[in-house]
């Protein structure tokens, strides 16, 4: 399946920010969608899943500020990110694991095949 980011920029702390994940050449439903993030200088890192099979998953330091969510007609995943700090400023990626994977570790990596190109977030006043 192929991903497309978008919806990335610069915005002030505090604010919000949605970023958008299209899916081409297969239905994203089917499919454990993670977003990852990598800050300048670091490794990257989780941020959120949401499995095919049900429920969603967030890294401590997004939980209760980002909200992961799919829209099956449009076949994109979105990442809502409000409160925005500093902190969270990076590239963000969408992945993909293969089609009916069993998502046992989605903040893995390694666990997905597909990846999109990425979208900046920044974080500053």
């Known amino acids: 399946v192929q991903l497309v980011e978008s919806g990335g920029g610069l915005v002030q702390p505090g604010g919000s920010l949605r970023l958008s994940c299209a899916a081409s050449g297969g239905i994203i439903s089917r499919y454990t969608v993670g977003w990852f993030r990598q800050p300048p200088g670091k490794d990257r890192e989780f941020v959120s899943a949401i499995p095919w099979t049900s429920g969603t998953d967030y890294a401590d330091s997004v939980k209760g500020r980002f909200t992961i969510s799919r829209d099956s007609a449009k076949n994109t995943v979105y990442l809502q990110m409000s409160s925005l700090k500093p902190e969270d400023t990076a590239t963000y990626y969408c992945?993909?694991?293969?089609?009916?994977?069993?998502?046992?570790?989605?903040?893995?990596?390694?666990?997905?095949?597909?990846w999109g190109q990425g979208t900046q977030v920044t974080v500053s006043s």
């Open positions: 992945a993909a694991q293969s089609i009916y994977t069993i998502p046992n570790d989605v903040r893995s990596a390694r666990e997905y095949r597909d």
